[in-house]
């Protein structure tokens, strides 16, 4: 079958991205989020010549991504199984959209500088003003019954136990995580260098004596194992798998009834760094963000957060009042 122009160039900004060694991960946003853009514009408006999309498309397609919820449609040859999905048809959330539309920015920005076409019609397009709220951190009840449900007599259990405890005591993200290297890690200065970073940029992060002596542990049972270079290697000695420690958290929320991932092991991270005294510059360095702007959504606080900031710092309750 003969691909349009927009799906050739699409190809072609896949190439370009490959050489500029992006992350997997961020490629196959690109590729998803421009696939489903094209699927639309071939449908609704029978364009297929990128050189025909206008700034009316994309805000006719931002209109529909509101409308349509979630699951509602899939990359063709895709088989997500929506069906199965308990959230199908809610609606989808201000920042997805958002980066929906970076993306789509991304992908003309390019095709401008590539002089692929003479107007860019993503120059007008704004993101959605607002931005939805974060999980409330995990409880201090919450994440011991988590760390408590790893099995750490076997191998993928302790290791399991470990990679939580690191990304909630570091903040790192799961793909960092799974990179690291025993060359990446200092036990006595409590440091560890990230070198497969978001941005591609090194940066260090350190972690508590307590994280230091299940580190020291943990160790001592892998190299029983496997002699690797890895610090989180998988059974058979190889990067492991983002999707499968995804599952193990999944399976173990499910039991606790916790919605539990990644991503919100970090950000419980960042609300406990910032409800224990420190500051958004020294975060957003630790998180890895180019922006101060980035790490102000983790200032977004609970209710029970905020009663517990008002009895440590209640004006009256530091009066010395008779």
Known sequence: ??????????????????????????????????????????????????????????????????????????????????????????????????????????????????????????????????????????????????LNSFDKTRFDGYRSYLITLFILDTGVRISECVEIKMDDLNLSNQACVLRYTKNKKERIVFFSSKLKRELKNWIKFKDRYMSNELLFPSRRGNLLLITGYERVLRRIGGKLEIDLYPHRLRATFAQYYLLNGGDLISLGRLLGHSSPEVTKIYLQLDEQSIAEQYRKFSPVDHLKLK
């Open 1 to 146: 079958m003969r691909l349009s122009n927009f799906d050739f160039k699409i190809e072609e900004f896949i190439l370009y991205c490959t050489s500029r060694n992006l992350s997997k991960r961020t490629i196959q946003s690109y590729e998803s989020s421009l696939k489903l853009f094209g699927q639309y514009l071939s449908k609704e408006f029978k364009i297929d010549d990128i050189q025909n999309v206008t700034k009316s498309h994309i805000r006719h397609y931002v209109k529909h991504l509101q409308e349509r919820g979630k699951y509602t449609c899939s990359e063709e040859g895709v088989n997500n199984n929506p069906l199965a999905r308990t959230d199908r048809g809610k609606p989808i959330s201000v920042n997805t959209i958002n980066n929906y539309v970076r993306n789509i920015k991304v992908f003309f920005n390019w095709l401008k500088d590539e002089e692929d076409i003479e107007k860019n019609p993503m120059e007008k397009i704004r993101l959605l003003k607002g931005h939805e709220r974060i999980k409330p951190k995990l409880t201090q009840e919450e994440i011991s019954a988590i």
